[in-house]
């Protein structure tokens, strides 16, 4: 994949992972296609899902796995 788009960014579909503690490391995946670098902050912020955008000038894709964030404002509670 990187010698087809030499630094460039891709969307990318990933097809398997697994976990290793807080990391996800991707097995397997398929090329969306190639992103232009004025839309590649869009797209990552659309991305959802089994969906990335990745710069191809990184030799790995690691992707840190947080934990739910909460939600903020005011909870009431039932008495």
């Known amino acids: 994949m990187r ?3 030499p630094n460039q960014f891709v969307k990318l ?6 976990l290793e503690g807080t990391q996800e ?3 397997d995946m398929a090329v ?6 004025a839309n590649a902050t869009r ?3 659309q991305s959802k899902g089994e969906y990335l955008v990745y710069h191809t000038s990184h030799e790995e894709i690691v992707l840190k ?7 903020r404002g ?6």
């Open 3 to 5: 010698s087809l788009y």
């Open 13 to 18: 579909q990933v097809l398997k992972s697994r």
């Open 25 to 27: 490391i991707i097995e």
């Open 32 to 37: 969306v296609g190639m992103v232009p670098d």
């Open 43 to 45: 797209e990552l912020l």
């Open 65 to 71: 796995v947080r934990g739910a964030i909460g939600l």
């Open 74 to 79: 005011k909870v009431s509670y039932a008495d």
